[in-house]
């Protein structure tokens, strides 16, 4: 996020304003006074307003009514971002909402938020750290229960109660390494030494338990997408059609129609999946179908479930590219065509995996069938979250990058006798760790050794 | 009337810094201390140097200070401490003989013509165009460097009977506001404390762990002999505490000025007095307590570890509890002293502070502990208030190259709550900030002064030295025939030489002592070169890659660190928080890495800055 934004009060429509609805909460953050809104309520802002506490009040304008609201006050810096916030009520027709915001821009100084500004303020004043807007943007837009736990996990739950301790202990660690340089004295050698190794198995136990739930770089969780791939013309979108019961992608007969990839929702047991339709996978001359083609390749990648539809009678240097990737079924395309049965079987003969996972001829797609595939579906997507896997792309490469340096250190810690390297490995692991846990400074250092030793003469 | 260039008041560990450097650069120097007290007297622990404080005194030292000059002097027990640590984590300590101490530095200034010594206690000062400084005559100067130590509004606690005062047997300054009403203290007081001194011949040694003097400790004063000792030398002796020792201190725990309430200050809690440990520590009852000679002459010995305020019967009784000091005299009792500390923040990077222009703050009025930070200070105000008379650079030393550097930033950008010691933790870049390498680090500062004492011409040939035998290092080969890389070779396979490599190579190697190794190669050669070269050329060698990666971490970072900033600009600025601009104008920053300390600065207000800034 950049820093973009400017101070001042902001103000927006924290519940949509894209359908009318019985009511809406509007929020106004970042105000000096309740004072400069005095004009506006029937209420007395200018008299004790306590903190917390809903007050039933009109809007008015100039004298003249605009809406009956609930009004709440929260006190800078017992609110959501720290900030002085103003929270109505209102009634949820879109035009009333809008014309609300509206007065307050126009009358108030108000300006309209920046799209996650409350949060960025949140994160500003220190109300939550980097990872908890992570949590809170997972928390908001999660396609699955476990995305929404997880979420909800990093916003308050165990896994930022885990990164708490994880910074906890490696405070700790690090404190005892300083122990031993600024204050052996006080404490004795062997105190030191103890204290210094205890603390970094504690540290290297609790992470590498993080480590196991890193895995190696996997498909996206997030936003699980279900890939149909294929060479052009190989029925992906007859079948992304009968998954979804609709003409959505335009079918024809010639090759290439469609030129980008198409994608839509499909929902197995509570997942959101992204049924992603990909452009047929050729070399083409055509611009347009080329970059459709960059695409597909790169949904291929990230895909969570993939699913390829061959024309056993076409078997071209595209399709051997294909088969690079692994894929979690095999729907063979065609097969009311001459020679189709000894085509596919010579293709199984080449690729015998082909014939081991799953494979049906696309005439055989029914109803009962998609049962089937929503179930195995369902069953690898139980499967990737057994071991409870942290979602966030960031958090993965970050923690990965901190186990090699951990390890590093590790070796280091036992043969190593000059401290002043250790801590400068140290630091490096700190600076890797400092992104997702927070930054470890001196003066937290020096805090945790004089909370936890006695120190001094 | 004489008008003095440069007025110190105080006659500490700063003052005498303060004025000493001042002296150097030919101005009319004064020093205005309370009568009755020597100068460069040491009313706490009786050593000099430390962790981290080492590398203090030898840049006092390297700058033209004089604490590592009088510490060899008066040394009288030698340490290194973190021995076997390694050489970026190694410091010199000195316990030193505390009456010799201060007749060496009564004998230091007084033979220096261009200082005035004056005994006599300030009344008031005041500015006009000179500073008016009144005790019983009046003085003027055109600039004034407060080192007034735990002096101001002092306050000495033992049990309940609380006196004025700014050290036992001593009178104590007014409030700074009779001085100065433009100068703002910190609301918080401070305290600190000190043991009660024992009769040294009244200790039963035989019960006690000696700790000799290490003779291989080098001298602190690059001047001297490395080696040579000017004292005769003592040991210390370590005693511990017992149950019985806390169970007595615990059970009169309502008698303890720090626990009922008498006492307001805050104490540092890495000084911890013995009630703090038996409070809050209740489950440890084993407490180091080192017994430090005071002076060969005279009878008291200091007992580090058990600092109190507790009432005498109490201190007695706890004290021969302790097993050797079971017949031991108290001489003095211990008590703690509360004082007022001015506002750091107020002060720029050179000591000045940022309204009463030609005034400057140095020592533990900062709110700084220990002789060494208040040394640190002391030089330099005292050369900034020269530099600034003679209208040369002002001598501001960067974080990343002094611990001196460390420590002015860290006190100007923010106020503490409990009084200020160095600690290597708190540098960024502790494996450059070594001992050894001491002259090299401070050599660029010392020659921006533009003299040409002897200390110049020492420093300049150091260096010299230092590049040369450097590139003998770097460009020296063994070949992998040469009997050198045998003898070098370690025990396991992996320590086996077998390539041909560069000395500054094989002076890398984790196994080996790279000073005795590098002593071996010249030896082998036919070179005699000064240990001190040798040894600062060899550790540098040794941690050059290691200090390379992180300063290329830090490089960017210290580019925007060091860029200097017009804060007055920042502020009138439009799009900054109104809270970050009071903030601002209450600390002054002049850097942008001092922006980046103030607390609760915002990132915007940062990115905003750095975008003008760059």
């Known amino acids: 996020m950049k820093f973009l934004y400017s101070d001042g009060p902001i103000i927006a429509c924290s519940t949509g304003t894209n359908t009318n609805a019985a009511m809406a909460v509007i929020r106004i953050s970042g105000f000096k006074s309740l004072h400069q809104f005095k004009d506006f309520f029937t209420k007395d802002l200018t008299g004790p307003i306590e903190p917390r506490k809903v007050y039933y009040t009109s809007l008015v304008l100039q004298g003249q009514f605009i809406d009956d609201v609930c009004l709440t006050y929260f006190e800078a810096p017992k609110s959501y971002n720290g900030e002085n916030i103003l929270e109505l009520s209102v009634h949820g027709n879109v035009l009333n909402v809008e014309r609300i915001l509206g007065l307050f821009q126009s009358y108030a100084d108000c300006r309209s938020a920046g799209a996650g500004e409350f949060t960025y303020r949140a994160l500003k004043n220190k109300k939550l750290d980097l990872s908890q807007v992570e949590g809170l943007d997972l928390f908001l837009n999660a396609q699955s229960t476990y995305a929404l736990d997880q979420g909800l996990s990093l916003l308050s739950g165990n896994l930022h109660e885990y990164y708490l301790e994880l910074y906890d202990l490696f405070l700790v660690h690090k404190s005892s390494l300083e122990l031993s340089i600024d204050f052996s004295d006080d404490i004795g050698e062997e105190a030191a030494k103890d204290y210094y190794l205890k603390s970094l198995q504690q540290f290297t136990d609790k992470f590498s338990s993080l480590v196991k739930r890193v895995g190696p770089m996997g498909p996206n969780l997030i936003q699980p997408e279900i890939v149909l ?184 810690a036992t043969s190593e006798s000059d401290v002043a390297i250790l801590s400068h490995e140290l630091n490096t692991l700190g600076s890797c760790l400092s992104e997702i846990l927070g930054i470890v400074s001196p003066d937290q250092v020096l805090n945790s050794i004089f909370s936890n030793f006695c120190i001094g003469k | 009337m004489k008008i003095f260039d440069i007025l110190v008041v105080g006659g500490g560990h700063a003052g005498v810094e303060a004025a000493f450097i001042a002296s150097q650069f030919q101005l009319e120097v004064g020093i205005v201390t309370m009568p009755g007290i020597p100068l460069g007297s040491a009313p706490c622990n009786p050593s000099v140097g430390g962790v981290g404080k080492g590398q203090v005194v030898r840049e006092i030292d390297a700058l033209g200070g004089a604490m590592g000059f009088l510490a060899d002097k008066a040394g009288i027990q030698f340490r290194t401490l973190n021995d076997s640590k390694g050489f970026a984590v190694q410091s010199s300590r000195v316990q030193i003989d505390k009456e010799k101490y201060s007749v060496e530095a009564e004998n230091l200034i007084s033979l220096i013509p261009n200082i005035t010594v004056i005994r006599e206690k300030v009344l008031s000062i005041s500015k006009n165009d000179l500073f008016e400084v009144t005790g019983e005559n009046k003085y003027f100067s055109k600039k004034v460097i407060m080192t007034v130590g735990t002096f101001l509004n002092g306050k000495l606690h033992t049990g309940s009977e609380s006196t004025a005062g700014g050290r036992v047997g001593c009178d104590r300054s007014g409030s700074l506001g009779e001085i100065f009403s433009q100068i703002k203290t910190q609301s918080q007081r401070f305290k600190t404390g000190t043991p009660p001194r024992l009769d040294k011949a009244t200790i039963d040694y035989s019960k006690l762990e000696e700790q000799p003097s290490d003779s291989a400790v080098r001298n602190f004063h690059c001047l001297h002999n490395p080696f040579h000792r000017f004292s005769n030398q003592v040991s210390c002796y370590l005693a511990r505490t017992n149950q019985n020792t806390m169970e007595i201190i615990r059970s009169n725990k309502e008698r303890s000025p720090m626990f009922n309430g008498q006492i307001k200050g805050t104490g540092a809690r890495y000084c911890p007095s013995i009630e703090d440990k038996a409070f809050r520590y209740p489950e440890k009852s084993v407490h180091h307590v080192f017994i430090e000679p005071e002076g060969l002459e005279l009878n008291t010995v200091y007992p580090s570890g058990i600092s109190s305020s507790l009432p005498k019967d109490v201190q007695k009784e706890y004290v021969q509890s302790i097993e050797g000091l079971e017949i031991s005299e108290i001489l003095v009792y211990g008590y703690a002293v509360e004082y007022d500390v001015v506002d750091t923040t107020e002060l720029g990077l050179t000591l000045e502070h940022q309204i009463v222009s030609g005034l400057y703050f140095a020592g533990q009025v900062n709110g700084t502990s220990g002789y060494e930070e208040a040394a640190g200070q002391g030089l330099i105000a005292g050369a900034n208030a020269a530099l600034n008379t003679l209208c040369l650079d002002p001598l501001i030393l960067s974080r990343h190259e002094s611990y001196i550097g460390v420590m002015i930033e860290d006190l100007t950008s923010n106020t503490r709550d409990e009084p200020y010691r160095l600690f290597t933790a708190r540098s960024e870049n502790r494996l450059y900030l070594r001992e050894d390498n001491t002259l090299l680090r401070m050599f660029p500062y010392r020659a921006k002064f533009l ?161 003008r800034a760059l």
């Open chain 2, 451 to 611: 003299l040409n004492l002897s200390l110049d011409q020492y420093l300049e040939r150091f260096c010299e030295n230092h590049e040369i035998l450097s590139d003998f290092c770097d460009n020296t080969m063994i070949s992998e025939k040469s009997e050198l890389l045998v003898e070098f070779s370690g025990e396991g396979e992996l320590q086996k030489l077998i390539k041909r490599m560069s000395v500054s190579e094989l002076l890398k190697q984790a196994w080996l002592n790279p000073i005795t190794t590098l002593e071996k190669i010249l030896s082998h050669y036919g070179i005699r070169i000064d240990y001190d070269l040798v040894r600062a050329v060899a550790v540098s060698k040794k941690y050059d890659g290691y200090i390379k990666r992180s300063s290329d971490q830090q490089e960017k970072l210290k580019k925007m660190d060091g860029t200097r900033i017009d804060w007055e600009a920042i502020v009138a600025s439009g799009n900054i928080s109104f809270e970050c601009k009071q903030r601002i104008t209450r600390i002054r920053p002049e850097t942008f890495g001092q922006l980046k300390l103030i607390d609760g600065i915002r990132p915007a207000t940062l990115a905003v800055v750095a975008s």
């Open chain 1, 229 to 412: 791939a294929g060479l052009p013309n190989s029925g992906k979108s007859s079948l992304f059609n009968f998954l979804l019961s609709e003409e959505r992608a335009i079918v024809s007969s010639r090759a290439g129609t469609t030129r980008d990839f198409l994608s839509e929702y499909y929902e197995i047991e509570g997942v959101k999946y992204k049924l992603v339709d990909t452009a047929g996978i050729r070399d083409s001359l055509d611009d347009i179908e080329a970059e459709g083609i960059k695409r597909s390749k790169s949904k291929l990648h990230s895909g969570f479930f993939k699913i390829l539809l061959v024309n056993p009678l076409e078997i071209d240097d595209g399709l051997h590219n294909l088969l690079q990737n692994n894929f979690d079924l095999i729907i063979f395309t065609h097969n009311d065509l001459p020679g189709f049965e000894a085509a596919r079987e010579r293709l199984i003969s080449i690729y015998p995996y082909l014939g081991s996972i799953g494979a049906i001829n696309l005439l055989e797609v029914s109803r009962a069938w998609e049962l089937e595939l929503k179930a195995l579906v369902n069953k690898k997507y139980l499967y990737s979250i057994a071991d409870k896997p942290i979602l966030l792309e960031r958090h993965k490469s970050l923690i990965l990058q901190a186990g090699i340096v951990l390890s590093r250190y590790q070796s280091l």
